[in-house]
């Protein structure tokens, strides 16, 4: 009896094992991977960097903003010497984006200027991470996670305008902007 437990506790323990070792790669764990690969450019930064208190918001833009702690930046830069490479890690994103837990909000773009999509974790109203996800052939690709509390999708789609008419060139983001120069 001893013995058959024994080989129980012994199976349950792989079986733990074996499954916790077979997870599905996530963002989070592609970005710790990649950053400190040649090619790969990271930001972490709170959303104060953004500098949007001097910025007139809508009561919608505020609440949007203010649920948001930080920003995380992957970006790739594609050259002539490192096409296969970019290929490959193009690739390793879209198949983490694939998974059914990143629920697709919008997507556009165009084959010649490059294409985007955004996406998210959580349900609508109570996003957990927002996805935005860019690449164009000629410059690369980048990859931004933003985290927070209690964010609502269409809130934070709101902020869309602040950030259209934003000046990146003096911003503190401005080293994402040099990236794909």
Do not use: W
């Not at 773009?109 to 998210?120: A, L």
Request: proline share 2%; aromatic share 10%.
């Amino acid at each position: 009896m001893i013995q058959s437990i024994k080989k129980l506790i012994v199976m349950l323990f792989l079986v733990v094992a074996y499954t916790s070792c077979n997870q599905e790669p996530t963002l989070q764990t592609y970005f710790v991977d990649s950053e400190p690969k040649t090619g790969f450019f990271s930001v972490d930064a709170p959303v104060s960097l953004l500098n949007l208190e001097e910025v007139k918001l809508t009561k919608e833009q505020k609440e949007a903003y203010e649920s948001i702690d930080k920003l995380n930046v992957l970006a790739y830069r594609i050259d002539a010497t490192n096409i296969e490479e970019y290929e490959l890690e193009l690739a390793k994103v879209k198949t983490i984006l694939k998974n059914p837990k990143y629920e697709e909000l919008m997507r556009g773009g165009n084959s010649t200027d490059g294409r985007f999509m955004v996406k998210f974790i959580g349900e609508v109203d109570h996003v957990d991470e927002l996805i935005l996800f860019g690449n164009a052939k000629d410059k690369g690709f980048m990859v931004a996670r933003v985290l927070g509390d209690d964010m609502n999708a269409g809130k934070l789609m709101s902020l869309q305008s602040v950030l259209k008419d934003m000046d990146f060139e003096n911003a503190n983001l401005k080293g994402i902007t040099d990236f794909f120069k």
